[in-house]
């Protein structure tokens, strides 16, 4: 069973996440891949012909 957020444990959330060594090494790679032109632009993702449900 999947656990709802709620706001007294969103900051626990919060901090565990900023403090996940997985999370902070998957920020680190995509603000290279940005830098590096690796990235893709909000305009031109298609909210129309996919969808994430």
Same mark, same amino acid.
């Given at each position: 069973?999947?656990?709802?957020? !709620?706001?007294?444990? #969103? /900051?626990?959330?919060?901090?565990?996440?900023?403090? #996940?060594?997985?999370?902070?090494?998957?920020? *680190?790679?995509?603000?290279? #891949?940005?830098?590096?032109?690796? /990235?893709?632009?909000?305009? #031109? *993702?298609?909210?129309?012909? !996919?969808?994430? *449900?």
């Amino acid at each position: 069973m999947k656990k709802h957020r !709620t706001k007294s444990n #969103d /900051g626990k959330f919060d901090r565990w996440l900023e403090n #996940d060594p997985r999370f902070l090494a998957r920020i *680190v790679k995509a603000r290279k #891949d940005i830098r590096e032109g690796k /990235g893709i632009r909000l305009e #031109d *993702v298609s909210t129309s012909e !996919t969808s994430l *449900v």
